[in-house]
């Protein structure tokens, strides 16, 4: 037997109503916001990521799905969208057009990480990015729209905010970096033993738990600030507190990813619940956070940028375990039931003329008896049952059943459309 790729997932009928809730509602709420929707390509040169996710980061040294293309060329499928979408703003000279610029996209993306509850290798994201301004208040209504979209899902998220700074602060915090992490040079994994001259910050995100545990003393950025970016971190603050958007300030959020500078953020929400044992499983659903240089980076001109991405997987997990009700597949609204030759001919066009009507409606396609037609309505939840055979197709009048309430009523066929939907379900 073939099998799907460890990390991968299909998304069965019975799963996909909960997905299109999160993303109609994540649709509605960027829309809300003015957001428009950008679409990618699923592959990029690795160049884009290297350099716009940078060649220091885990993303990119060690999860990347990169292949060289018949003519040679090194492709990555995307591990993320913010690069793919900074390079689609260039190249069709978006940064040209009215400030703020507000998009949003749908994706999947591709990372070869080891696969674990709410961590997959293809997973799939609701993101954000907003070009040309570089104010607290731009940060605040990207994280206003986040948290407006996670509210709407009725999922409870805990808001951790932090400021990693910016290019004039970092100089001064690398130094203290280094200086810590000289002390366990020999205890660190060989990837960060490089970084300690390349990239120290990312030493904070190394996913070996040796690294992870020497990175929880080592200095925050927090304490590193700039003038400027104290002053924005407070002004953040405020306009969240005064909007009512409960937060609490990280100092160890520093995020995977090269570009960000500033305002980091991520909403944690419980995503699995233990049945036997009750313990509850954490995770991020959905995180982002400023990027000032990223347009320049990649080849733009200087154009500041603050965005998100929401884990959709994680959605849905999320949704599952604070308790959200979740939407199912709609059941047909009625079942017509032929017994005979002709009638299951002439079932086969009254349902169609039902469906191009816009009711949903449904008839035996099987060849199966009367009695299992009737089990087979029953279980797929229909509204109602029509049973025709020659008699009614010679009158014109049936009897229809409500099938919760076992009420039986004697109507025209041609009616069968208004009568169900005056009456409903
Ligand atoms: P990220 O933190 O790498 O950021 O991913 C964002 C979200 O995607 C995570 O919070 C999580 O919900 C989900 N996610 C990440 N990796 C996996 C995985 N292996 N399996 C399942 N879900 C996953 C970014 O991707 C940035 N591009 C976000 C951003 C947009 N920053 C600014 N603009």
Redesign the pocket.
Known sequence: MIIKPRGTSDILPKDTPVWRKIEETAREVAGLYGCGEIRFPTFESTELFARGVGDTTD?VQKEMYTFLDKDGRSMTLRP???ACVVRSVIENGLSGEAMPLKLYYFTS?F?Y?KPAA????E?Y?F???LFGAETPASDMQTIALADTLLKRLKIKADLKINSIGCKGCRPKYREALVSYFKQYENELCDTCRGRLLTNPMRILDCKSPICGKIAENAPKTIDYLCEDCTSHMENLKMLLSDAGIGYEVDPGIV???DY?TKTVF?FIAPIDKDEKTGEIKY???????R?DGLVEEIGGPRLPG??????M??LVAAMKTSGTEIPSNIAPAVYIAPLGEAAAKAAQKIVYDLRSKGVYAECDVVGRSLKSQMKYADKIGAGYTVIIGDNEIETGRAVLKNMKTSEQTEIKLDEIDTIISKRGQ
């Open positions: 993303v993320e969208g913010t993306c990372r990480e709410g961590r997959y290798r997973f994201q993101g954000v990015e995020r995977g990813l960000y991520e995770l991020t659903i959905c995180a982002g956070g990027y603050i965005g998100f991405a929401a884990g997987d994680r």
